[in-house]
């Protein structure tokens, strides 16, 4: 017999599972095909059975006291009335040409070129932050 998962990375393989179905439910409500209204009706219902088994779980996980952050959760799951995290202000002027110039350009933290002679994106910032300076 298999045990249950109780850890928290389990926890957030689930939140993931929960949001790629209410992906796919959005999907399918907006962009399918269907050739009668009953089709999609019952295309809906799998697909939500399937979700209230993966919510059902993830609630049972979570009053068990499996630790989540509240950033995994799935955007269905999140509390209404708590405003997404704001980010941190800078406090000097440097600090604010350093985001902005950041902002400028796309951050790939795992591209197959990071910290080589072939990452432009980091000649890019140089730039930049040579431009600011002058």
Do not use: C
């Amino acid at each position: 017999m298999a045990a249950a998962l109780t850890h928290k990375y389990h926890l957030k393989s689930v939140h993931e599972e929960i949001d790629l179905f209410d992906r796919k439910l959005a999907h399918l409500m907006n962009f399918e095909k269907f050739d009668s209204e009953e089709e999609r009706a019952t295309a809906v219902r799998k697909l939500n059975v399937k979700r209230a088994a993966l919510v059902k779980s993830a609630l049972q996980l979570a009053a068990d006291g499996v630790e989540y952050k509240q950033n995994d959760l799935p955007r269905s799951l999140r509390p209404k009335d708590v405003a997404p995290e704001a980010a941190p202000t800078p406090a000097t002027p440097e600090a604010e040409v350093a985001v902005e110039a950041s902002s400028l350009v796309r951050k790939q933290s795992s591209g197959p070129y990071t910290g080589t002679s072939l990452d432009w994106q980091a000649s890019v910032r140089e730039y930049l932050k040579k431009k600011n300076k002058a």
